[in-house]
Nanobody, 125 residues
């Protein structure tokens, strides 16, 4: 049974940092491209970042480029998202999910069906 458990969210002031984790079970995380998505109240879900199976393709959405870093620890079967220089507009619930594809130039493919509960990130101004 595939399970994804996100953690690391919280309340932080503008300019602060958080490190999100996504612990996977039921599958080998390194076997799939993985993505981070976020959704703020009243807004559409958006892809934030993704990483390819061999870590050779990494993509960041323009709003987070230069501030967020995605990484993966295959031994721990865990995906990370380091978020620096946080802004109030980063406030959202963040989710990790396997994706169909991830390419540095063309972005995040469609997400799979297995979603975790997400972790809430709130950035105060």
């Amino acid at each position: 049974q595939i399970q994804l458990v996100e953690s690391g969210g919280g309340l932080v002031q503008s300019g602060g940092s958080l490190r999100l984790s996504c612990a996977a079970s039921g599958f080998a995380l390194q076997s799939w491209p993985m993505g981070w998505f976020r959704q703020a109240p009243g807004k559409a879900r958006e892809g934030v970042s993704c990483i390819g199976t061999r870590d050779d393709n990494i993509y960041y959405a323009q709003p987070v480029k230069g501030r967020f870093t995605i990484s993966r620890d295959n031994a721990k079967n865990t995906l990370f998202l380091q978020m620096n220089s946080l802004k109030p507009e980063d406030t959202a619930r963040y989710y990790c999910v396997p994706v169909v594809s991830c390419y540095s130039d063309s972005g995040i493919g469609a997400p799979g069906e297995n979603w975790g509960q997400g972790t809430q990130v709130t950035v105060s101004s």
